[in-house]
């Protein structure tokens, strides 16, 4: 067993509504020792504050965010196939965290940096306006209960605070296998005054080539569900 002794939990700031639950999920040892081999090169803490994103990555490049990347396997897939862009992962979820940063630092992947805090605490606190070339949420939690949809991330609040780190031509893309999530998100996005749809009829848009089929987007498949794509600009 690992002997590695980290506090690996999730930061947040205090708030009354939660986009998350922490779902039990046991550790690997690897992914445990990832946290003291790769976190101080890949990690960042949501109370060090706005990142020069430039001297950060000791480079100009575009920024990409995505906010729940589960596992982490698309999203180091991008950080390899776009090695000309800056990543940076928010996610809640310990061993997904662990296996991205093991994975990361195994495969030599220099173009990735991750919190492990609330995404609404990070983008708020970490991120200056204007700073993201592109934005991704991909199979957020639907709260699938009509009770518990004030719990969705996407809400109007969220997108303006997305629309504000946006840089003028930045993309937002969302995507989702959860239909009626799906109308909701294309409503909101719709009616946000600072966001133009990219679909040419104003719907839901094609897969972009540079999102991979996820984990658990093949297992949606595979149970007969649809996929929604929903790709917005903020106008230059």
Known sequence: MSNVEIPIKPEFKDKSIRTFVI??????????????????TYGLSLFSGAQDWPQQFQREAPLVVEV?????????????????????????????????????????VDNLRVYMADANDVLTDCFRDNSISRFQLYFPDPWH???HNKRRIVQPEFLKLICAKLKPGGVCHFATDWQPYAEQMLELLTADPGL?????????HPKPDFRPNTKFEKRGE????????LVFIKPE
């Not at 779902?23 to 101080?40: C, E, I, L, V, Y």
């Not at 133009?196 to 839901?204: D, I, P, Q, T």
């Open 196 to 204: 133009v749809n990219k679909a040419e009829n104003s719907g839901y």
């Open 23 to 40: 779902r039990a999920g046991r550790m690997t040892d690897g992914q445990r020792n990832a946290f003291a081999k790769a976190w101080p």
């Open 222 to 229: 595979n149970l007969g569900h649809g996929v929604w794509d």
């Open 68 to 108: 729940g990347f589960g596992m982490g396997d698309s999203l180091l897939t991008m950080c390899q196939q776009e090695p000309d862009k800056n990543f940076v992962g928010i996610e809640v979820h310990p061993p997904g965290i662990g296996r991205i940063i093991n994975n990361a630092r195994e495969n030599n």
């Open 145 to 147: 209960k009509k009770k």
